[in-house]
């Protein structure tokens, strides 16, 4: 077995002992054909559910260097709920999950009401949605996209974005999966900034999109 798989069983057996220590359904892959609850269009570019991991959220609202109490965090193909988890133990002014398949949607609703039970944070809402056309919070957005879709539902999504982005909020994108983030450079709307690997010879997979109200200051 290679070090990369190695470290990847170490890392899901890490994620299935989180679901278990706080009784929550986040771990597991969903393939695509099971998305029966979600438009025949969208489900055509969705992309099969896997969780990212809470290391790999963490570092990306990290990086981007942004005070969250100034954001709503919103995640785009939500799943099961672990990103709207993870961000709860930061002060962003709202989290919003927003998922096209209804099954998916459920499982991360109640993912939600176990978790608070015995945690506090901001308030999370889970809308079973299209990301096309979903209204978003008004304000600055940092969004979170785990790979969710690809295809004409990530173009469109990306050019909505990028027209929120040329207004006066600021608006950062965490993207991880980027051999597809292509399409949200494209629109010319934000500066992309790659986001360094911790093992190099893996190379990056993730990236962050600054528009330019939301540029980190120099250091």
Known sequence: MSLSAILRTVRHASERRFDRKHGLDTCGMVETPKFAGMPVEV??????????????????????RINPSDYHFVDFGTGKGRPLIVASAYPFKSITGIEADHELCEIARANVTTWFRSHCGPPIKVIEADARTTPLPNGNLFIFMYNPFS?????????????????????????????????????????????????????????????????????
């Open 43 to 64: 489900g055509r570019d969705a992309n099969p559910y896997f969780a990212s991991g809470k290391a790999r959220i963490r570092r990306m609202i990290r990086r981007s």
């Open 151 to 219: 295809g004409d539902v990530l173009e469109e999504v990306s050019e909505h974005l990028a027209e929120l982005a040329r207004g006066d909020r600021k608006l950062v994108v965490a993207y991880s999966g980027d051999e597809l983030a292509g399409a949200l450079e494209g629109t010319g709307a934000f500066r992309r900034v790659p986001i360094p690997p911790l093992r190099p010879w893996l190379g990056s997979s993730m990236s962050l999109f600054f528009n330019p109200a939301a540029e980190p200051k120099r250091r």
